[in-house]
């Protein structure tokens, strides 16, 4: 008979003990492994939404990296026509987006507020980005944007303007003088962080340009690229070939820019360490104690079988073999358990809070992440492994006449 086969028996013959100590690892497996999928899916939603707001690669002015400018475009790309011609060449990329960044003020006639500004294109921003799943009233820029603006919610209100509204923009040229020109607001957008939404302007390029003066110049380009793509190999040709074409560049990847995306994912991994921590103590503890009942009441049971010629590793394997039955068993039920929970909180319809920062709650989506159901067996197993080591070590340093003498 093999030690599985007997660790078999004694968990069904054992049966509310074993019962007891199924749950807690059905429990315990349950909830590691929806905390991973839920996590993670959080972890993949927010690279999403980083790289479509930020781009997988952005082409700046080698300058920009470490200084600040001091004037509107001192930093910026030249000629970003051509530049932007020749990074959509790359086999890789998908579209390569012109912005220009700036600041100015906006006002409607009485009020006037500062704003933080951008130029894009509209056509090509709208179907790479999240752009237009922000407006809330009205419309996205259309075309080549013409006279439209569209204002961030807080920005709208503290100007008191609706879509239809004209709207004086006033900034600063590169060459330090002041322009200003009117735009109509043609939509309004509610951007996720509550700072940026009560200054987010965007424009279009060409009226952007009219505004500031700045011929074809812009901030930077921002790439996307094709799914599948490396970034690494096509930072280095776009690198390759904007400089021997005379752009003085450097390439900067959106792990570099997001700076709150990092930040995020270092707390999520630190709360999701430290409730995988408690559960793996809560169940070593558990199973500790119920394999210690276990070997103190089956004491004479282990006499006879050291008596019929069991020898102690015999008896360590036994009770070893009965707790990685009892894990897997546990573990099996928290497949279904993990399954079933994750099906009736995606179909809740449960809006988590507002992080901070941000404007409105996200739905709760738990995704099925195979990897976290995987490191949740991995993790009940050797927990229920450590937890039966101690009392299987002892049960098997018992001397046969104290045990078979045992009351």
Request: net charge positive.
């Amino acid at each position: 008979m093999t030690a599985l086969s007997l660790a078999w028996r004694n968990v069904v013959r054992q049966r509310r003990r074993s019962l007891l100590m199924i749950a807690v690892v059905t429990f315990g497996f349950a909830a590691f492994a929806l905390a991973g999928g839920f996590i993670a899916q959080s972890f993949e939603a927010l690279r999403e939404g980083t790289i479509r707001s930020v781009g997988d690669l952005q082409i700046v002015d080698r300058r920009a990296v470490a200084q600040s400018e001091e004037a509107t475009l001192e930093f910026g790309i030249h000629d970003a026509v051509r530049a932007r011609r020749i990074a959509a060449r790359d086999p890789a990329v998908a579209a390569a987006l012109p912005r220009i960044d700036f600041v100015g003020l906006a006002t409607n006639g009485t009020r006037s507020v500062p704003f933080l500004g951008v130029g894009v294109d509209p056509g090509p921003e709208a179907a790479a980005t999240l752009a237009p799943e922000l407006i809330v009233s009205g419309k996205y820029l259309s075309g080549n944007g013409g006279d439209g603006i569209v204002l961030g919610t807080g920005l709208a209100s503290a100007l008191g303007v609706k879509p239809g509204d004209r709207v004086t923009m006033m900034a600063t040229t590169p060459d330090g003088s002041l322009n200003a020109l009117d735009g109509i607001v043609a939509g309004l957008a509610d951007v996720k962080i509550k700072e940026l939404n009560d200054r987010y302007l965007a424009g279009g390029i060409s009226l952007v340009s009219r505004l500031l003066q700045s011929g074809e110049t812009v901030s930077k380009l921002v790439v996307f690229l094709k799914p599948g793509s490396s970034e690494d190999r096509a930072a280095a040709r776009l690198a390759k070939s904007l400089q021997d074409a005379g752009y003085p560049i450097v390439l900067r990847r959106w792990q570099d820019l997001a700076v709150f995306y990092g930040q995020v994912k270092l707390l999520y991994i630190g709360i999701f360490g430290f409730v995988g921590a408690v559960l793996v103590v809560i169940v070593i503890l558990s199973a500790a104690i119920v394999m210690t009942m276990a070997v103190t009441e089956r004491t004479r049971e282990i006499g006879t079988l050291r008596a019929l010629g069991t020898r102690p590793s015999g008896i360590l394997r036994m009770f070893l073999a009965e707790g990685a039955v009892i894990a897997l068993s546990g573990c099996a039920a928290g497949v279904v358990l993990a399954l079933v929970i994750r099906a009736a909180l995606n179909a809740s319809g449960l809006v988590l809070p507002p992080p901070p920062g941000a404007t409105h709650g996200v739905p709760i989506n738990v995704k099925l992440y195979p990897l976290a159901y995987g490191a949740g067996l991995v993790a009940m197993v050797l927990t229920m492994g450590i937890a039966s080591f101690f009392p299987a070590r002892r049960a098997s340093r018992v001397g046969i006449v104290d045990a078979l003498t045992h009351v």
